[in-house]
Protein backbone atom coordinates (compact mmCIF):
# COMPACT_ATOMS: atom_id res chain seq x y z
CA UNK A 1 0.00 0.00 0.00
CA UNK A 2 0.73 3.38 -0.44
CA UNK A 3 2.85 5.51 2.55
CA UNK A 4 3.50 8.97 2.65
CA UNK A 5 6.16 9.97 5.91
CA UNK A 6 6.59 13.06 6.33
CA UNK A 7 9.93 14.19 8.77
CA UNK A 8 12.21 17.70 9.52
CA UNK A 9 9.28 19.47 11.65
CA UNK A 10 10.45 20.63 15.25
CA UNK A 11 10.95 24.11 16.80
CA UNK A 12 12.34 27.33 15.74
CA UNK A 13 12.82 30.97 16.64
CA UNK A 14 11.15 33.31 13.91
CA UNK A 15 13.58 34.07 11.42
CA UNK A 16 14.90 30.08 11.29
CA UNK A 17 14.82 27.57 8.87
CA UNK A 18 13.32 23.82 8.19
CA UNK A 19 13.67 21.59 5.88
CA UNK A 20 10.31 18.89 5.43
CA UNK A 21 10.63 15.60 3.70
CA UNK A 22 8.53 13.49 2.65
CA UNK A 23 9.39 9.67 1.73
CA UNK A 24 6.65 7.97 -0.74
CA UNK A 25 6.56 4.46 -1.09
CA UNK A 26 4.41 2.09 -3.02
CA UNK A 27 3.16 4.40 -5.55
CA UNK A 28 2.88 2.40 -8.61
CA UNK A 29 1.46 5.22 -10.72
CA UNK A 30 2.94 7.99 -12.55
CA UNK A 31 2.69 11.58 -10.48
CA UNK A 32 1.09 14.26 -11.60
CA UNK A 33 1.06 16.71 -8.58
CA UNK A 34 3.21 16.95 -5.77
CA UNK A 35 1.98 19.63 -2.77
CA UNK A 36 2.21 20.40 0.77
CA UNK A 37 -0.41 21.84 3.24
CA UNK A 38 -0.24 22.80 6.63
CA UNK A 39 -2.96 22.80 9.74
CA UNK A 40 -2.93 25.14 12.33
CA UNK A 41 -5.62 24.27 15.82
CA UNK A 42 -8.76 26.58 14.81
CA UNK A 43 -8.34 27.31 11.18
CA UNK A 44 -9.25 25.66 8.08
CA UNK A 45 -6.89 23.30 6.43
CA UNK A 46 -4.72 25.47 3.51
CA UNK A 47 -2.43 24.56 0.18
CA UNK A 48 1.19 26.22 0.82
CA UNK A 49 2.79 24.84 -2.26
CA UNK A 50 2.52 23.03 -5.44
CA UNK A 51 4.52 21.37 -8.20
CA UNK A 52 3.02 19.62 -11.17
CA UNK A 53 5.35 17.34 -12.23
CA UNK A 54 4.63 17.56 -15.95
CA UNK A 55 6.66 20.83 -16.84
CA UNK A 56 8.03 21.32 -13.03
CA UNK A 57 5.54 24.65 -12.37
CA UNK A 58 4.75 25.31 -8.78
CA UNK A 59 2.11 27.22 -6.74
CA UNK A 60 2.91 28.99 -3.36
CA UNK A 61 0.07 30.52 -1.06
CA UNK A 62 0.61 34.52 -0.95
CA UNK A 63 1.80 34.18 2.51
CA UNK A 64 4.69 32.18 2.07
CA UNK A 65 5.84 33.32 -1.72
CA UNK A 66 9.29 34.03 -1.21
CA UNK A 67 10.10 32.04 1.84
CA UNK A 68 8.75 28.42 1.00
CA UNK A 69 10.36 26.47 -1.57
CA UNK A 70 8.61 23.01 -3.33
CA UNK A 71 10.71 20.42 -4.87
CA UNK A 72 11.38 16.62 -5.88
CA UNK A 73 14.02 14.11 -6.14
CA UNK A 74 12.63 10.88 -8.23
CA UNK A 75 15.34 8.59 -7.66
CA UNK A 76 14.48 8.85 -3.78
CA UNK A 77 10.88 8.81 -4.43
CA UNK A 78 11.32 12.00 -1.88
CA UNK A 79 9.28 15.85 -2.16
CA UNK A 80 11.00 18.20 0.39
CA UNK A 81 9.57 21.83 1.27
CA UNK A 82 12.62 24.12 2.22
CA UNK A 83 11.11 26.79 4.56
CA UNK A 84 12.85 30.01 5.01
CA UNK A 85 12.15 33.42 7.31
CA UNK A 86 9.62 30.99 9.46
CA UNK A 87 7.13 33.13 11.03
CA UNK A 88 4.97 32.67 14.38
CA UNK A 89 2.01 32.31 11.68
CA UNK A 90 3.86 29.33 10.06
CA UNK A 91 2.63 27.24 13.10
CA UNK A 92 1.26 23.68 12.00
CA UNK A 93 1.38 20.64 10.73
CA UNK A 94 2.33 19.92 7.94
CA UNK A 95 0.48 17.50 5.27
CA UNK A 96 2.75 16.33 2.17
CA UNK A 97 0.60 15.28 -0.56
CA UNK A 98 1.15 13.34 -3.93
CA UNK A 99 -1.21 12.94 -6.49
CA UNK A 100 -1.66 10.24 -9.27
CA UNK A 101 -4.84 8.59 -10.15
CA UNK A 102 -5.49 9.03 -6.56
CA UNK A 103 -4.46 11.58 -3.55
CA UNK A 104 -2.28 10.20 -1.16
CA UNK A 105 -1.96 11.96 1.81
CA UNK A 106 0.80 11.68 4.76
CA UNK A 107 0.24 11.54 8.96
CA UNK A 108 1.46 14.90 9.06
CA UNK A 109 5.11 17.31 10.93
CA UNK A 110 4.68 19.61 13.69
CA UNK A 111 6.20 22.76 12.53
CA UNK A 112 6.12 25.13 15.87
CA UNK A 113 7.84 28.51 15.44
CA UNK A 114 8.10 30.90 18.67
Known amino acids: HVQLVESGGGSVQAGGSLRLSCEAS????????IGWFRQAPGKEREGVAAMIVLGGTTYYADSVKGRFTISRDNDKNAVYLQMNNLESEDTALYYCTVSTLMTYWGQGTQVTVS
Open 26 to 33: GITEGTNC
